[in-house]
């Protein structure tokens, strides 16, 4: 689904680094979703914005900081990450929060060193 | 709280078989159901959705799936797979009033054997 990018597309950092995955959809829609996915584990919804509001925060730590400047970009700021958080970051948006169907981006693959 | 549950981890078929790939769910209310297809190093493709109507679904790539309410199933299926449908395969539910969260399944990883 080309309607919904991720930079990087593969990311190596150290513990006390601090970086950020962008997502951008071309899609119009003003929902958008960050997922983990870890490895023989189902996909665990992170954060949900709607029309750059907050509206789900997954009980995530700290470490990991959402920033939606307007309905097409998400940010994932990254900082003091553990290895435990190694794993393939999604981003998906859906035209709203009501709207169910989700598209999704091709992810960001994390190692944490 | 809805949940889905996906059998099989792994399918291994020939080609030009069929396949059946199981997903169950629970839920207390009317659900949305979803499958996604995710091919190596690649993000979630939509393959097809159950939002209401009619239970028999068709999607993408010959794929079609069947809402059995009595069942809580939504099995996808193909009458002929292709070498190029390797891939693993995700179910997903969400619920109406849900505020959009889809829980996914653990996924079916799907081998097409010459």
């Known amino acids: 689904e080309t309607g919904v990018t991720q930079t990087p597309r593969h990311l190596v950092m150290g513990m006390t680094n601090k970086k950020s995955l962008k997502c951008e959809q071309h899609?119009?829609?003003?929902?958008m979703y960050w997922y983990k996915q870890s490895a023989k584990k189902p996909l665990e919804l992170m954060f949900v914005?709607?029309?750059?509001?907050?509206?789900e925060n997954n009980s995530v730590p700290s470490r990991f900081s959402p920033e939606c400047p307007n309905s097409s970009h998400l940010f994932l700021h990254l900082h003091t990450l553990q290895p435990e958080d190694s794993a393939l970051y999604l981003c998906a948006s859906s035209q709203d929060r009501e709207v169910v169907t989700q598209y999704f981006g091709p992810g960001t693959r994390l190692l944490v060193l | 709280a809805q949940s889905v549950t996906q059998l099989d981890s792994q399918v291994p078929v020939f080609e030009e078989a069929p396949v059946e790939l199981r997903c169950n769910y629970s839920?207390?209310?009317?659900?949305?159901l979803f499958w996604y297809v995710q091919y190596p190093n690649q993000g979630l493709q939509l393959l097809l959705k159950?939002?209401?109507?009619?239970?028999l679904v068709k999607g993408i790539n010959g794929f079609e799936a069947e809402f059995n309410k009595s069942q809580t199933s939504f099995h996808l299926r193909k009458p002929s797979v292709h070498i190029s449908d390797t891939a693993e395969y995700f179910c997903a539910v969400g619920v109406t009033g849900g505020g959009n969260k889809l829980t996914f399944g653990t996924g079916t990883q799907l081998k097409v054997e010459l």
């Open positions: 159950y939002l209401s109507g009619s239970t």
């Open positions: 839920s207390s209310v009317s659900v949305y």
């Open positions: 914005y709607n029309f750059k509001e907050q509206t």
């Open positions: 899609l119009g829609h003003n929902a």
